[in-house]
């Protein structure tokens, strides 16, 4: 059996930042957007 893992990308980062801003968890949402930032640093909409 192989088991191959991906890596995360910057939207699913960004769009579960995005859930957890909505939910006011303004810390999580922090976390995801500075992790998805870091993969695509030239999007400028995630800050």
Do not use: T, V
Request: charged share 30%.
């Amino acid at each position: 059996m192989h088991l191959s893992i991906a890596k995360p990308e910057d939207i699913i980062l960004e769009a579960i930042g995005y859930c957890w801003d909505k939910q006011k968890q303004y810390a999580k949402a922090r976390d995801y957007y500075r992790k998805a930032s870091q993969l695509n640093p030239q999007d400028d909409q995630i800050f």
